[in-house]
């Protein structure tokens, strides 16, 4: 992503009525709801926005997070402690405007919500990322995300391996 965009935290000054990325679900969420679970800080919403104009590009979302241990994938679970839970961050929503299609807005947002999260100075093992449908989870699995066993939809990446793949 070039030097066109900037990802900062939500605000008010942030024009959403328009925002559209053909997922009526994302669009509505972003649109009516994102504002509500900002403010009852159950999630924290970073937007991209197009500096020439100032118009909203894409979104995500990050909340902290944990997963139960057995819907862990094993080869991953061997190597964490027994805990019942494991602490993760998770990428609820994420949204691209379709006007910014094929223009690697998508993967700008997904690299800097996990460069937030593996950067943060707070205990998270792993991020966990909502697919809201297939072309979602294939989105993810490019990038090294591993379905959970139960939930194939939710899809995890282990900090250890995003600080990796954030690595020149």
């Known amino acids: 992503m070039s030097a066109r965009f900037v990802i900062e935290p939500l605000a008010k000054a942030h024009k959403r009525a328009d925002f559209t990325c053909g997922n009526e679900r994302i669009d509505r969420y972003f649109r009516e709801t994102v504002s ?97 449908d297939d072309q979602a989870a294939a989105f993810y699995a490019a990038f090294g995300f591993t379905p959970l066993v139960r939930r194939p939809r939710t899809l995890y990446l282990p900090v250890a391996t995003a600080l990796r793949l954030l690595s020149p």
């Open 36 to 132: 509500h679970d900002v403010k009852r800080k159950y999630a924290t919403c970073f937007v991209a926005r197009e500096i020439a104009t100032d118009r909203v590009a894409g979104f995500d979302t990050l909340s902290s997070s944990n997963v139960p241990l057995t819907d862990v994938p094993e080869s991953l679970a061997k190597k964490l402690p027994r805990y019942p839970t494991v602490p993760t961050v998770r990428i609820g929503w994420l949204g691209r405007h379709s006007d910014y299609a094929e223009q690697g807005l998508g993967e700008a947002l997904l690299f800097d919500a996990v460069k937030t999260v593996a950067t943060a100075p707070i205990g998270a093992h792993a991020i966990f990322a909502d697919a809201i």
